[in-house]
């Protein structure tokens, strides 16, 4: 499996913000811009909080094997395959989500004298830092799900073997 780069996601979310501004300042013209929905930042933060919980399973149960403390409980590598799997998916959405969100609040700011408005780009801001806070919780589920590279690996195959 492939690890998600942080790069990847920042230029998913700057282009995604670029096509949302866009987007809501053609809207905006047409007096018709839709609403910034204020369940958005909630369930961002939701996702956030189940891949941070996850991650800090995860990671306290590889711990106890790894220091094979008594009644430690394993970790199933296709349970930390579909976590990773979760994870990645989820970064991915919410780089493109962030960027929507970060468009549309970016053309709020121009707005911010009607109320309504302000609301809105209130709301869009904490979507955004919602959907940064998804990105983050996952890119760390990826990191304690990593398998530690094996350097002593008998079969020859791996990185220990290019350097023979």
Same mark, same amino acid.
């Given at each position: 499996m492939k690890l998600l780069r942080l790069r990847l996601l920042v230029g998913i979310t700057a282009a995604t913000t670029? =096509?949302?501004?866009? !987007?809501?300042? =053609?809207?905006a013209s047409l007096d018709t811009l839709p609403a910034v929905p204020g369940a958005a930042p909630v369930v961002l933060a939701a996702v956030a909080v189940i891949l941070l919980a996850t991650a800090l399973s995860l990671r306290s149960r590889l711990k106890a094997a790894r220091e094979r403390q008594?009644?430690?409980?394993g970790v199933d590598p296709l349970g930390a395959a579909r976590a990773v799997v979760l994870g990645q998916a989820s970064a991915?959405?919410?780089?493109?989500?962030? /960027? *929507?969100? &970060? /468009?549309? !609040? *970016?053309?709020? =700011? !121009?707005?911010? @004298?009607?109320?309504?408005r302000k609301d809105q780009a209130i709301?869009? /801001?904490?979507?955004?830092? &919602? !959907?940064?806070?998804v990105i983050a919780a996952a890119l760390w589920l990826q990191h304690v799900c990593k398998l530690p590279e094996n350097? @002593? @690996?008998?079969?020859?195959?791996?990185? &220990?073997?290019?350097?023979r």
């Open positions: 670029a =096509l949302s501004w866009a !987007g809501a300042k =053609l809207w008594p009644g430690a409980k991915l959405v919410s780089a493109v989500v962030t /960027g *929507i969100y &970060a /468009g549309a !609040g *970016i053309q709020l =700011l !121009g707005e911010l @004298d009607v109320p309504a709301t869009a /801001g904490f979507a955004v830092l &919602a !959907g940064v806070a350097h @002593d @690996d008998p079969g020859g195959h791996g990185p &220990a073997a290019t350097h």
